[in-house]
């Protein structure tokens, strides 16, 4: 069936500014909304305003961000209700000499009403905030030098549960070695404190690594880096090592086919106070335009997490895949379906449990 042309709306235009305001109303079931070995069920409605901006003209300053607040209610009271908000702030310049400056700022808190004696969601409540800052001078026609720095720090409301600030630091040699194509080059630290009621626990961590990145290209686009790292827990831990990797792919495929590929490996405190360890993630995503009024899209994702405390030691490996379709009613209103299945296996056999989640609703956009 020949299908009309709606093409979605692009926001209201002040200059050079558009901002595209949004609402998000889902109704969604839980087989297993506490995640925990023998969850319960629940049914929920889910309501999500919020707006995106972006700013760009012919100068080197590009701007964007996008702001959401989340309500999500019960159907049943017994249940736990959440808020939650994040603001995402990002800015780029760069310079005819293609001196490039670019800096990611985020921050958001979840909020759960829990019953008491409810289970599961012990580190949901918190406060979370990161920015990201990277700076790339050219040194000679093949040659760049990069530099990263940031922050990153997560403040849990629970008491039995341990605050993370961290300061990563990376330096990077970038050398073309095609017109698309630089290899990378580089080293990096991260002094990290993490805090609970036992008290405060530094560490450290230092990595090297090598790696491609993508240069000036349209449809495709990547960061990818593998290494080592050594980490050491606490002023008087060893150095223990580990892989290190950080992947971050685009891929335009076609004018219908979008495909992203993400990852990050690493060694970090846990939320538990005193524990510590490898913490590795990857995903793939896929998203098909299959005509002008509907789309469909499908990611898998891989979580494994390994706590390294004398008393407390286990692996936890979560892995997930879910599907989403969305059909254009009309410029501004569209119609989503999904649904998502979860596992998680670990060492602990308390620590496992299946979770399906079916979500339905209308997104609403200008």
């Known amino acids: 069936m020949t299908l009309?042309?709606?093409?979605?709306?692009?926001?209201?235009?002040?200059?050079?500014?558009?901002?595209?305001?949004?609402?998000?109303v889902l109704y969604i079931y839980d087989s297993n909304y506490n995640r925990v070995k023998n969850g319960d069920t629940a049914q929920s409605v889910n309501v999500r305003p919020g707006f995106d901006f972006t700013y760009e003209n012919?100068?080197?300053?590009?701007?964007?961000?996008?702001?959401?607040?989340?309500?999500?209610?019960?159907?049943?009271?017994?249940?736990?209700?959440?808020?939650?908000?994040?603001?995402?702030?990002?800015y780029l310049y760069r310079s005819p000499r293609e001196v490039t400056f670019r800096i990611d700022q985020s921050m958001?808190?979840?909020?759960?009403?829990?019953?008491?004696?409810?289970?599961?969601?012990?580190?949901?409540?918190?406060?979370?905030?990161?920015?990201?800052?990277?700076?790339?001078?050219?040194?000679?026609?093949k040659n760049a030098i990069e530099a990263m720095a940031g922050v990153e720090n997560t403040d849990y409301k629970s008491e039995t549960s341990s605050d993370r600030r961290a300061y990563p630091f990376d330096l990077d040699l970038a050398h073309r070695i095609s017109e698309k194509t630089d290899l990378l080059f580089g080293a990096g630290y991260t002094l990290e404190r993490s805090k609970g009621p036992q008290g405060s626990v530094d560490s450290k961590a230092y990595r090297v690594k090598a790696g491609l990145v993508s240069v000036m290209t349209e449809k495709l686009s990547y960061r990818a880096s593998i290494g080592a790292e050594g980490y050491e827990y606490g002023n008087a831990g060893s150095l223990k090592w580990g892989p290190y990797y950080n992947l971050d792919l685009t891929w335009l495929a076609s004018r219908k086919w979008t495909w992203t590929l993400a990852g990050t490996g690493k060694q970090q405190s846990a939320a538990e106070e005193g524990n510590y360890g490898l913490s590795y993630n990857g995903s793939l995503r896929a998203a098909y335009q299959m005509n002008r009024r509907m789309s469909l899209a499908a990611s898998a994702t891989v979580q494994y997490n390994e706590y390294?405390?004398?008393?407390?030691?286990?692996?936890?490996?979560?892995?997930?895949?879910?599907?989403?379709?969305?059909?254009?009613?009309?410029?501004?209103?569209?119609?989503?379906?999904?649904?998502?299945?979860?596992?998680?296996?670990?060492?602990?056999?308390?620590?496992?449990?299946?979770?399906?989640?079916v979500d339905m609703g209308l997104n609403f956009r200008y």
């Open 4 to 24: 009309d042309p709606i093409e979605p709306s692009k926001g209201l235009k002040f200059g050079d500014l558009t901002v595209s305001p949004y609402l998000d």
């Open 58 to 90: 012919a100068g080197p300053h590009k701007f964007s961000g996008n702001f959401w607040y989340l309500f999500e209610e019960y159907l049943d009271q017994k249940k736990i209700d959440s808020n939650q908000w994040r603001e995402e702030l990002r």
């Open 108 to 141: 958001g808190t979840t909020t759960r009403n829990s019953p008491a004696g409810s289970v599961g969601y012990i580190d949901e409540d918190r406060t979370d905030y990161e920015i990201q800052t990277a700076l790339r001078v050219p040194i000679s026609h």
């Open 308 to 357: 390294n405390a004398p008393t407390r030691k286990r692996e936890d490996e979560d892995v997930g895949v879910r599907v989403d379709y969305t059909y254009r009613l009309n410029k501004y209103a569209s119609l989503r379906l999904g649904a998502e299945a979860v596992t998680q296996v670990s060492t602990i056999n308390a620590n496992e449990y299946d979770r399906f989640r």
